[in-house]
C-alpha cells in the first residue's frame, strides 16, 4: 500500500483514539451540574466522584490529540500548515478550553473551599463544552471541503467556517461526547448517580440518533460516497443498542457500542475526505493525500516508529483502565486534602 | 504592527511562559522519584513525607507546563505555517515522536503515581514516578531535536520542485552535534534550577524551624530538612559542572556553525584574535556595535570560549562585520520591501542575555556554597541569611534559563532556520518567511491578547499555591497507603487520594 494513504488511514486512528477517549471527558466535564442531585454538599460530592471518574486518565487522552496534531505535521506537513492556520480562531478557542479545564481538573481540589471550586466546575464545563461543539465543526468544515487557492493557502475567512452543516456537525460532536459521557459515568460510578446517568444516557442516545443521523445523512447525499453509507447504519445500529443496552444495565456493552458510534463518524468524516485531506470547495483547490504528505523516507521511519510504539502506548494506557478500575460512589470520595481559602489569602505576596 | 512582528511575540511569551515549568518539572521529577526510591529501600519515613511535600509542588507547576504545551505545538501551523511547509518532513518527526515515545508515558504514570498510591504495589507505584521523569526528560531530548535542527540542519536536502526541505536521515537528526550539547546543557540546567529550588526551601525551612528552639522543630530541621538541603546540593554542584562543560562545548560548536551569534554575543565589531570577553559594555548597542564601549573585559576569555585558545593565530574570531560582509556575499537575500537582509541579531539583547544567563545562574554556586558550608559536619544552621539567601536564589536560575533561551533564539535571528556551514545552502529560512500568511494580523494580535491575559492570570494562581504549599511544609504525619500495608478485608475505605 501506499504509505501516504497509510498514513491518511493513521492519522484517521489517532483521531478515533482521541475523539473515543477525551469524547467521555468531555462528556463528563459537560454533564458536571446537569448529573448532580441533593443538597448542596451532596451535589458537591457527586461532581467530586464525576471529576475523579475521569482524574487519574485525562491528561493521558488529551495526548492523542498532541500525537495526532504531530504525526499530522511529520506526515502531511501542507495539510497541517493549511488546516491550522486556516482553522485559527476556533483551534484558539479550543485551546483556551483545553487550557481551562486541564487547569481546573488539577487545581481544583488544592483550594478546599466552596467559591473556588464552582470556579473550577465553570472552567471544566465551559472547557469541555467549547471544544466538544467546535471538533465537530472543523470537521464538518473537513468534510464540506475549504476553499484554498492555488498555494494552498486557506482564504475562505472565519465566517464561512460556521455554515449550517459545520454547525450541525459541531451539535453532533456535542450531543454524541454527551451521550459518550453519560455512558461512561454509568459505567464507572454506583448509587444514584449511575442511575440517572443511566436515564440520561437512553434519552440521549434518542437524541443522537436524530441529531447525527440527521448530520450523516446530509453529509451523504451533499458529500460523502457511497460506501459510507455503511457507517451511518453502524452509527444507527450502534445507537439502539445504547438504549437497549443501557436499559438492561449491560453498562460495559453500551459503553462500546456509543464507543462505536464515534468510530463510525470518524470513519464517515475521513471516507468522505478521502482521496484529499481538504476536499476543494466552489471552484478552488483540493489539497490531495499525495500533495500533502512527507517524502517516502520520512513516512518510513514514522511508520516504524508507529508500528512499534502504538501498540506499547494502548498496552499501558489500557492497563490504567484497569488499575482505575473500580467503581466511584460518594462514599469513595475523602475529605478535601486541600488547604483553606483562608490560608490561601492570608499568605502575603 | 505587521503579522511578523505580531508571531515573533507571541512566539516569544508564549515560549518563555512555558519553559518557566518546563526546567522546574524536568529537574524536580528525578528528585521526589530518588526521595521516594530512598523511602522505599530504607523505610525511614522522613524520605516519604519530603517525597509527599515536594511531589505536590511537582504536581502544582507541572499542570502549567501541560497545558501551556499545547498550544507550543499547535502555533507552528497556526501562525507560522510557511515555516511548517518548508520544515515539516524533518521537524514534524521529532514532534511526533515525543508525544508517542514520551507523552504518553508521561501523563499515563503521572495519574498513576498520583492516584495509585492505594491501588498499585510499592513496586510499580515507585516506577511509575520513575517512568515519569524519564519520559519527562526524554521528552526535552526530542524538542531539542528539533530546535538543534534549527540551529544546525542536517541530514537533509534541498528538493528544488517543491522548495522544501526533506529528511535523508534521522539518524543524522537525533545525532546532530549541536543537539548533543543542547541536550545535556538544558537538562543540567534544569537540574540545577530543581537543586536549587529544593535546597532554597529546605534551608529556609530549616533556619525556620532551627530557630525557635524547640526540641522537636529542631528535630524535624535535623532530619527531614537538612538532608533535603543537601540532595538539592549535590545535584546543584554536579548540575552546575554540567552546565559549564555543556556549555563550553556548545560555546565551539557556535562558532563553527552560527558565527554571527558567538561575536553578537560579545557585540564583537571587527574580526581579531584573542577576543575579551566584554562583561560591562556601555553605548547604544540597540544602534549596532559601533560606539560600544567595553569598559571591563577579561582579556582572549571570548577566543577561548569559541575555539579553545586564548591568543595566538588560532583564537580568531570573526566579528560582526565580517559574517555580514560574508553572508551577503553567500545569500544576497533581501526582504519582503526589496531591502538587503541585516544579517545580524539585536546585539543588545544577544549581549546582555548571555551574560545575565550566566550572572543569574551564579546565585545557585553561592546558595550551593553557602548550605554546604552552614551544614558542614551534621550542623543545622539557624543563619537566617541562609534562609534569605535560600528564597533569593530560587527564581534566578529560571531566570537564567529564559535568557538562555532568548540568547539561543534571538543569536539566531534573521533566520528562523540558520543555514548549516558545511551542509546544503538552500536549507535555510528567513524568520521573516516563515510566517502565515493566510492570518490576518488582527487575528495573530487577537491571540496574543487572549493568551498573555490567560497565562498572567494562571501565573498569579500557580504562583499563589507554589508560595502556600511551600510555607505548609512536609506533612506531621505519613503513613504507608500502599495495598500491602492494608488490611485486605477493608474494601469499604475511601479512596486514598481523590480530585
Known amino acids: 500500500?501506499?504509505?501516504?494513504?497509510?498514513?491518511?488511514?493513521?492519522?484517521?486512528?489517532?483521531?478515533?483514539?482521541?475523539?473515543?477517549?477525551?469524547?467521555?471527558?468531555?462528556?463528563?466535564?459537560?454533564?458536571?451540574?446537569?448529573?448532580?442531585?441533593?443538597?448542596?454538599?451532596?451535589?458537591?460530592?457527586?461532581?467530586?466522584?464525576?471529576?475523579?471518574?475521569?482524574?487519574?486518565?485525562?491528561?493521558?487522552?488529551?495526548?492523542?490529540?498532541?500525537?495526532?496534531?504531530?504525526?499530522?505535521?511529520?506526515?502531511?506537513?501542507?495539510?497541517?500548515?493549511?488546516?491550522?492556520?486556516?482553522?485559527?480562531?476556533?483551534?484558539?478557542?479550543?485551546?483556551?478550553?483545553?487550557?481551562?479545564?486541564?487547569?481546573a481538573f488539577e487545581y481544583r481540589g488544592k483550594i478546599a473551599d466552596r467559591v473556588w471550586a464552582r470556579r473550577c466546575d465553570q472552567a471544566i464545563q465551559l472547557g469541555s463544552w467549547i471544544p466538544a461543539v467546535l471538533w465537530g465543526v472543523a470537521f464538518g468544515n473537513l468534510v464540506r471541503g475549504l476553499l484554498l487557492d492555488a498555494d494552498h493557502q486557506y482564504v475562505g475567512g472565519f465566517w464561512a467556517l460556521l455554515n449550517p452543516f459545520a454547525l450541525v456537525g459541531g451539535l453532533t460532536t456535542a450531543v454524541l461526547f454527551l451521550l459518550h459521557g453519560s455512558v461512561f459515568v454509568a459505567l464507572k460510578t454506583d448509587g444514584d448517580i449511575r442511575e440517572r446517568a443511566a436515564r440520561l444516557a437512553s434519552g440521549l442516545s434518542v437524541a443522537a440518533l436524530v441529531v447525527a443521523g440527521g448530520w450523516a445523512i446530509w453529509a451523504q447525499v451533499a458529500y460523502s460516497?457511497?460506501?459510507?453509507?455503511?457507517?451511518?447504519?453502524?452509527?444507527?445500529l450502534a445507537l439502539l443498542g445504547v438504549v437497549a443496552a443501557t436499559r438492561a444495565r449491560r453498562e460495559g456493552t453500551a459503553f462500546t457500542l456509543s464507543a462505536v458510534t464515534i468510530v463510525a463518524a470518524v470513519v464517515l468524516i475521513f471516507g468522505s475526505m478521502y482521496p484529499d485531506v481538504i476536499p476543494a470547495l466552489d471552484g478552488g483547490e483540493a489539497l490531495t493525500i499525495a500533495e500533502a504528505s512527507s517524502t517516502d523516507y520520512t513516512l518510513t521511519v514514522m511508520s516504524w516508529v508507529a508500528v512499534v510504539l502504538t501498540p506499547l502506548v494502548i498496552a499501558y494506557q489500557s492497563w490504567t483502565y484497569w488499575v482505575f478500575r473500580r467503581r466511584l460512589s460518594t462514599k469513595d470520595i475523602p475529605a478535601p486534602a486541600g488547604l483553606s481559602w483562608q490560608k490561601i489569602k492570608d499568605a502575603a505576596f | 504592527m505587521e503579522a511578523l512582528d505580531l508571531a515573533r511575540w507571541q512566539f516569544a511569551?508564549?515560549?518563555?511562559?512555558?519553559?518557566?515549568?518546563?526546567?522546574?518539572?524536568?529537574?524536580?521529577?528525578?528528585?521526589?522519584?530518588?526521595?521516594?526510591?530512598?523511602?522505599?529501600?530504607?523505610?525511614?519515613?522522613?524520605?516519604?513525607?519530603?517525597?509527599?511535600?515536594?511531589?505536590?509542588?511537582?504536581?502544582?507547576?507541572?499542570?502549567?507546563?501541560?497545558?501551556?504545551?499545547?498550544?507550543?505545538?499547535?502555533?507552528?501551523?497556526?501562525?507560522?505555517?510557511?515555516?511548517?511547509?518548508?520544515?515539516?518532513?524533518?521537524?514534524?518527526?521529532?514532534?511526533?515522536?515525543?508525544?508517542?515515545?514520551?507523552?504518553?508515558?508521561?501523563?499515563?504514570?503521572?495519574?498513576?503515581?498520583?492516584?495509585?498510591?492505594?491501588?498499585?504495589?510499592?513496586?510499580?507505584?515507585?516506577?511509575?514516578?520513575?517512568?515519569?521523569?524519564?519520559?519527562?526528560?526524554?521528552?526535552?531530548?526530542?524538542?531539542?531535536?528539533a530546535n538543534s535542527w534549527m540551529q544546525h540542519p542536517v541530514g537533509v536536502i534541498y528538493n528544488e520542485e517543491t522548495g522544501r526541505a526533506e529528511m535523508e536521515s534521522i539518524w543524522a537528526v537525533l545525532t546532530n552535534n549541536t543537539l548533543l550539547a543542547a541536550f545535556p546543557h538544558t537538562i543540567t540546567a534544569a537540574f540545577l534550577t530543581a537543586g536549587t529550588f529544593v535546597t532554597g526551601i529546605a534551608a529556609w525551612w530549616m533556619v525556620r524551624l532551627a530557630r525557635t528552639k524547640k526540641p522537636e522543630h529542631v528535630e524535624t530541621a535535623r532530619n527531614v530538612y537538612r538532608p533535603a538541603v543537601l540532595v538539592g546540593v549535590w545535584v546543584m554542584i554536579f548540575a552546575g559542572i554540567g552546565v559549564i562543560w555543556s556549555g563550553d562545548v556548545q560555546g565551539k560548536l557556535m562558532y563553527e556553525q552560527q558565527p554571527g551569534k558567538m561575536s553578537s554575543a560579545e557585540a564583537l565589531c571587527e574580526g581579531t584574535e584573542s577576543a575579551e570577553f566584554s562583561i560591562l559594555a556601555i553605548g547604544p548597542l540597540y544602534a549596532g556595535c559601533e560606539d560600544v564601549n567595553h569598559v571591563i573585559s577579561l582579556p582572549g576569555l571570548t577566543s577561548y570560549l569559541g575555539t579553545g585558545q586564548f591568543s595566538g593565530e588560532d583564537s580568531y574570531l570573526p566579528g560582526v562585520y565580517d559574517v555580514q560582509e560574508e553572508y551577503t556575499e553567500r545569500y544576497g537575500d533581501v526582504t519582503a520591501d526589496g531591502e538587503p537582509v541585516v544579517y545580524t541579531p539585536p546585539l543588545a539583547i544577544t549581549y546582555w542575555s548571555f551574560r545575565l544567563m550566566i550572572g543569574f545562574a551564579a546565585f545557585s554556586v553561592a546558595l550551593a556554597l553557602a548550605a554546604l558550608w552552614l551544614t558542614r559536619k551534621g550542623r543545622v544552621s539557624d543563619n537566617v541569611w541562609l534562609g534569605r539567601l535560600g528564597i533569593l536564589a530560587i527564581p534566578m536560575p529560571f531566570v537564567a534559563c529564559s535568557f538562555g533561551w532568548i540568547f539561543?533564539?534571538?543569536?539566531?535571528?534573521?533566520?528562523?532556520?540558520?543555514?548549516?556551514?558545511?551542509?546544503?545552502?538552500?536549507?535555510?529560512?528567513?524568520?521573516?518567511?516563515?510566517?502565515?500568511?493566510?492570518?490576518?494580523?488582527?487575528?495573530?494580535?487577537?491571540?496574543m491578547i487572549v493568551l498573555t491575559v490567560i497565562y498572567a492570570i494562571l501565573a498569579v494562581v500557580w504562583y499563589r499555591l507554589m508560595h502556600r504549599y511551600t510555607i505548609e511544609g512536609v506533612p506531621d504525619s505519613v503513613r504507608d497507603e500502599s495495598p500491602e500495608a492494608q488490611d485486605p478485608d477493608d474494601t469499604d475505605r475511601p479512596l486514598s487520594f481523590a480530585y
Open chain 2, 13 to 145: 511569551i508564549t515560549t518563555v511562559y512555558h519553559f518557566i515549568f518546563v526546567p522546574l518539572t524536568i529537574g524536580l521529577a528525578p528528585i521526589v522519584a530518588g526521595m521516594q526510591t530512598a523511602w522505599v529501600v530504607t523505610k525511614n519515613e522522613r524520605w516519604l513525607r519530603l517525597t509527599k511535600f515536594f511531589g505536590k509542588l511537582l504536581l502544582i507547576n507541572f499542570a502549567l507546563g501541560v497545558v501551556t504545551g499545547i498550544w507550543q505545538e499547535f502555533q507552528f501551523g497556526m501562525a507560522w505555517s510557511e515555516y511548517s511547509r518548508f520544515v515539516g518532513d524533518v521537524f514534524g518527526a521529532p514532534l511526533a515522536m515525543e508525544a508517542l515515545a514520551a507523552f504518553f508515558v508521561e501523563s499515563v504514570f503521572l495519574g498513576v503515581w498520583i492516584f495509585g498510591w492505594d491501588r498499585v504495589s510499592k513496586k510499580i507505584h515507585l516506577a511509575s514516578i520513575w517512568l515519569f521523569a524519564l519520559a519527562t526528560n526524554l521528552s526535552a531530548f526530542f524538542i531539542l531535536a
Open chain 1, 1 to 103: 500500500m501506499d504509505l501516504a494513504i497509510l498514513w491518511f488511514v493513521i492519522i484517521a486512528v489517532l483521531w478515533t483514539g482521541y475523539l473515543v477517549l477525551e469524547g467521555f471527558d468531555f462528556g463528563v466535564g459537560m454533564l458536571l451540574s446537569i448529573l448532580p442531585r441533593g443538597d448542596k454538599e451532596h451535589r458537591e460530592k457527586e461532581r467530586r466522584v464525576l471529576v475523579n471518574t475521569i482524574g487519574p486518565v485525562w491528561d493521558g487522552n488529551e495526548v492523542w490529540l498532541l500525537t495526532a496534531g504531530g504525526a499530522t505535521f511529520a506526515a502531511f506537513p501542507e495539510w497541517y500548515a493549511t488546516m491550522f492556520s486556516g482553522f485559527y480562531i476556533p483551534l484558539l478557542l479550543i485551546l483556551v478550553g483545553l487550557v481551562a479545564r486541564g487547569v
Open chain 1, 225 to 236: 460516497v457511497t460506501w459510507t453509507w455503511a457507517t451511518v447504519a453502524v452509527a444507527a
Open chain 2, 408 to 447: 539561543t533564539e534571538v543569536g539566531r535571528q534573521p533566520w528562523v532556520v540558520a543555514p548549516n556551514p558545511t551542509g546544503i545552502d538552500q536549507v535555510r529560512l528567513l524568520t521573516e518567511r516563515g510566517v502565515s500568511t493566510a492570518v490576518p494580523p488582527g487575528v495573530i494580535l487577537t491571540s
